[in-house]
């Protein structure tokens, strides 16, 4: 492989790769990974996805060459969800990666690496050596090849994907309802057709779809695929107002989030859906006569823990990142895990995040409560949120010690606690008034991110006006 002037470490990121194509990256770096991934998994075969960005044929045809150079066959799934991956590395026992940028612009693309069992490849759990082992055959001009070459064979993932998550939630007496499904021109249409509809070879399950940008274009032309952004959910919004739908759901670019409308076009906070489908899950665990345990992330509403240990389940926090979520998952055997940017997590789904699932349990839930979607929703968000704020700063570092040397002098006192499990946490929750704000790093874009959330919703504007002071101080 020709020396190519494009380190990998400028895109590597704390759980996957992610940069813009071709400036950052391009075939030859893919190939690369795709080798050095052969060599550091050890594996006779790797499954290979993508999703619908404009690179992503090139990305992952140079990816599975690489992989073939080095005599390991490569399952090809094709264009599919990132979850449907995950469930062709759990069901078959196979190391992968999918070659998604998930929310990231349309000029971005990445890929997500795991070993068999859908098992997270991170920065400390080996995607370090890949990237280490990459840069090296990049600036080797000819490595020794094996006798035999890999062989790429075609596997379609959706039927028996569909068919298995499909086993994990029954909907097929719940009432009829219709529901608005924006893809963002991602890869969604195909999870929503497979699951809810016909596309998986299964029958048609009682659930309308309206279906909103179902045609999948890398270069989304009508708003890019991170439904987070509150400017992204605008249409769907108005699509299920319009249409007298009973809730909508929003698919970011690969499809392992899914976001909640209620009948009213209003965004559903993550941290509701999260309490609504983690108390289902424990209460069927300890039916089963095991002890639950509910993982979430640090930044995660405080409805969350709150109502789980209420309800009897051992909670565990932790850092932001699907890496890092799952490997405390599976270290505990969780049976759900919980991120504050819709990502959840399944012991069932081999402790991997899918969205179409923790849909599927939200209109199960709806189904057996009898009540709309807001009315299911308002019980699980009572505390006020900034949502996520980003700030483009020079100097990360220093922006949060600034905001550590504000609070110092109070968490020397006792009065309020400050953790660095993932940024900076300060922890203001024991005694009125009630707030707790974050700052951390972005683990895949240049920011600095500021989450709060408060008993109420001016003590919330204020430490959030606060704290961005700090942070902006300068810029």
Known sequence: MPAVDKPLNAIAKANDLRGAVPQQWD?????????????????????????????????????????????????????????????????????????????????????????????????????????????????????????????????PVFPAYAAYVRALVDLTAIAPI???????????????????????????????????????????????PNPLDPANTRDISRAVRESGADLGLAFDGDADRCFVIDERGEVVAPGAISAIVALGAIA????????????????????????????????VRTRVGHAFIKEEMAAHNAVFGAEHSAHYYFRDFFFADTGVLAAMHVLAERDRAGQTMSQLAEVYRPYAASGEINSPVADLGAAIARVRAAYAADADAGTLAIDTLDGLTVDHWGDPPRWWAN??????????????????????LKVRDGILGLIRQGT
């Open 27 to 155: 075939a030859p770096q893919a190939r690369a990974l795709g080798a050095a991934f052969a060599e550091v998994c050890d594996a006779e075969t790797v499954i290979v996805g993508r999703d619908g960005r404009v690179s992503g044929p090139m990305i992952a045809g140079a990816f599975m060459d690489g992989v073939m150079s080095r005599g390991v066959d490569v399952m090809d799934l094709g264009m599919c969800s990132t979850d449907a991956a995950y469930y062709v590395s759990g069901a078959r026992d196979l190391p992968g990666a999918m070659i998604t940028a998930s929310h990231n612009p349309a000029g971005d693309n990445g890929m997500k690496l795991m070993r068999s069992r859908a098992r997270p490849i991170g920065q400390d759990t080996g995607l370090g050596a890949v990237v280490a082992r990459a840069d090296q055959l990049l600036a080797a001009d000819g490595e020794p090849r094996p006798a035999r070459r890999g062989v790429r064979t075609s596997s």
């Open 439 to 460: 700052v951390r790093p972005s683990n895949t874009e240049p920011l600095l991110r500021l989450n709060v959330e408060a008993a109420d919703e001016d003590i919330c």
């Open 284 to 315: 069927r665990e300890r039916a089963s006569g095991r002890q639950p345990v509910v993982i979430h992330n640090l930044i995660t509403s405080r409805i969350v823990p709150e109502l789980a240990e209420a309800a009897g389940a051992t909670v």
């Open 178 to 224: 219709r529901v608005v499904v924006d893809a963002g021109n991602g890869v969604g249409g195909l999870v929503a057709e497979a699951v809810f509809g016909e596309a998986g070879g299964l029958a048609a399950l009682p659930v309308e779809i309206v279906p909103l940008y179902f045609e999948p274009d890398g270069t989304f032309p009508n708003h890019p």
